[in-house]
C-alpha cells in the first residue's frame, strides 16, 4: 500500500467535480495539500458532522427498477468509505468532493423521528414499506453516539409502519429489541451487504465498515431472532471480488439467511475516476483488466445510467455471473421461497399533541 495514502479511507483523491459548473479545485483539507507528515505518511483525518435541519424526511422515489417508492436518508456522507459508493456524487451539490469529503465530511439530521412522527400523522398519508440504507449507511459509526436511525425505528414501530433496512454493519444488532418483535409482525426485513470474505482486500474496498466476519455473525444473529435477511453481494467486482460469489453464498446460507442478490459495480458520475484511482493505487497489475470487464459489461462504457438495465449487466461475463448465482443459490437453498409481503394494514397513524392530552 502507497505510504502516502489516507489510512483507513477509501478514496485517493479529493477533487471537486465540474459537473455543477464549480471551478475543478482541490477540496478544502484534501490529503494532497501541503501537511506535516508522520514517518512519511498523512496524518490522521478525523472526521467531522454537521448538523442538517431538513424540512421533510421522507424521500419520494419514482425510479421504475426500483421495488420501494420512499426512503429516510439520517445521514449524508458514510465513514464506511466503500470505495464503490454510488452515493458519493450527492456530496457534490454541497460544493464538497465525492473523494475523501464524502467519506470525512458528513452531515447528521437529529430532527428526523420528529419529522417522521410529523409526517406520518398527516392526513390522508398511505403506508408502504419505508427504506433505510438506500443512499448511505443507516448503521455508519456515527450512529453510535448519534443514533438517529434507531429513533426513526422506534416511531415505525410504535405506528406499526413496514420498513426496510439494506446495511452493511453488525450495529443493527443493537436494535433487535425494536426489530424483533416488528418481525414477527411482518413488518420489517434487512438485507446485509457481504461484498468479500477476505479481510486484506475489505480493508481497502470498504475500510471502515465492519470486517466480514462480523456481518457474517450479524446474519446469524437476525435469523435467529426471527427478522427476515437477504444476503447482498453488492457490488460485485469482476477480477476483484467475483471469485468469491459461491463462497459468500455459502456462508451467508449457513447463517440463516434465505435470500440472496447481487449488482455489478457501478461507477456513475466522480465514482468512475475515484475507483480507477482506488485501482491504479491497490490493483495496479489488473486495473486495466477490471475496468476492461466493466465495460464489457456496460456496453463499453464505465457506467450504464439507463432505468432497469443499470441494475443488470449485458454480455458473456454477466451471463456467467447470472449463472454462477442462480446455481450457487439453489445448491444452498437460497431464494427457495417467496417473502410474505410486508403489512401495511397495521398502520395507524401517531396521536398529534392534542390527542397526547387525552
Request: hydrophobic share 40%; glycine share 6%.
Amino acid at each position: 500500500m502507497d505510504p502516502k495514502l489516507r489510512p483507513a479511507r477509501g478514496a485517493t483523491s479529493n477533487h471537486t467535480p465540474t459537473r455543477f459548473s464549480l471551478p475543478e479545485r482541490l477540496a478544502e483539507g484534501d490529503w494532497l495539500d501541503a501537511r506535516e507528515e508522520i514517518d512519511g505518511a498523512p496524518p490522521p483525518l478525523r472526521t467531522t458532522v454537521t448538523v442538517e435541519e431538513p424540512r421533510t424526511i421522507i424521500t419520494r422515489n419514482r425510479s421504475p427498477d426500483i421495488k420501494f417508492d420512499r426512503s429516510i436518508n439520517a445521514y449524508r456522507g458514510c465513514e464506511h468509505g466503500c470505495i464503490y459508493c454510488f452515493a458519493r456524487p450527492t456530496h457534490a451539490y454541497h460544493d464538497l468532493s465525492p473523494g475523501i469529503d464524502f467519506e470525512s465530511k458528513l452531515f447528521a439530521k437529529p430532527n428526523a423521528a420528529e419529522l417522521l412522527r410529523a409526517e406520518l400523522g398527516k392526513r390522508g398519508y398511505v403506508p408502504a414499506p419505508i427504506a433505510m440504507g438506500t443512499n448511505t449507511d443507516p448503521y455508519q459509526p456515527i450512529e453510535r453516539d448519534w443514533r438517529i436511525t434507531r429513533d426513526c425505528i422506534a416511531v415505525l414501530a410504535e405506528t406499526g409502519h413496514p420498513l426496510l433496512i439494506t446495511t452493511k454493519s453488525d450495529r443493527i444488532l443493537r436494535d433487535l429489541d425494536l426489530l424483533a418483535p416488528m418481525a414477527a409482525r411482518h413488518l420489517v426485513a434487512v438485507m446485509l451487504s457481504v461484498t468479500t470474505l477476505d479481510p486484506k482486500i475489505a480493508m481497502t474496498l470498504e475500510p471502515r465498515a465492519p470486517r466480514p466476519v462480523k456481518r457474517i455473525a450479524a446474519i446469524k444473529a437476525l435469523a435467529e431472532a426471527g427478522v427476515p435477511v437477504t444476503v447482498s453481494l453488492a457490488p460485485v467486482v469482476p477480477a476483484i471480488t467475483d471469485h468469491e460469489m459461491e463462497h459468500i453464498l455459502e456462508a451467508a446460507a449457513e447463517a440463516g439467511a434465505q435470500h440472496a442478490s447481487y449488482i455489478l459495480v457501478r461507477l456513475p458520475h466522480e465514482v468512475a475516476p475515484l475507483f480507477r484511482g482506488w485501482l491504479d493505487a491497490h490493483f495496479p497489475d489488473r486495473a486495466a483488466k477490471v475496468m476492461g470487464i466493466i465495460r464489457a459489461m456496460r456496453g463499453g462504457r464505465d457506467n450504464d445510467p439507463q432505468f432497469h438495465s443499470r441494475m443488470r449487466a449485458q454480455g458473456p461475463w454477466a451471463d456467467l455471473l447470472r449463472t454462477r448465482f442462480g446455481i450457487a443459490c439453489k445448491r444452498y437453498g437460497l431464494n427457495q421461497r417467496v417473502w410474505a409481503p410486508l403489512r401495511t394494514d397495521l398502520f395507524r397513524a401517531p396521536a398529534g399533541r392534542q390527542g397526547e392530552l387525552f
